[in-house]
């Protein structure tokens, strides 16, 4: 429809998602501006139906969704210095404790794991 493509290449990763019409990575805050209209709208749109409706979409940036995909990484079993070497950090210990969150799905599916093992033992 566009015919657009990314041009650029960052450490080794193409193909970003974010790009701007010249095939460039979209900047942060250009990011973040981009979702705050997108949630007003859909909010606003939902308002205008029914003055009581809940807002469907809370606040959140661009990292928050960094966050998400280093804690899904987790969740599906990727190995954690693969997960590192994607965000590019030079601590594991700034993966493990400042991007990962545990889920109750990920404690829950770790625990019947263990509990499988020791059945089996």
């Known amino acids: 429809m566009f015919d ?5 290449t960052i450490d080794g ?4 998602i974010f790009i ?7 900047h942060q805050s250009t990011l973040n501006k ?3 209209r997108i949630i007003r709208d ?6 205008l139906k029914d003055t009581n409706a809940k807002v469907l979409l809370p606040h959140f940036s661009c990292h928050s969704l960094r966050h998400t995909f280093t804690t899904r990484m987790c969740e599906a079993g990727v ?3 693969v997960i590192q070497d994607a ?3 030079k601590d594991i210990s700034t993966t493990l404790n400042i991007y990962t969150d545990v889920t109750k ?5 770790e625990f019947e794991g263990l509990d499988l093992y020791f059945k089996n033992e």
């Open 105 to 109: 799905e990920l404690k829950r599916s």
């Open 42 to 47: 859909c909010n606003d749109e939902q308002l």
């Open 79 to 81: 190995n954690v210095k």
């Open 87 to 89: 965000l590019g950090h």
């Open 13 to 16: 990763y193409r193909d970003f």
């Open 20 to 26: 701007n019409r010249f095939g460039q990575t979209q």
């Open 4 to 8: 657009l493509h990314c041009e650029v």
């Open 34 to 36: 981009a979702i705050r």
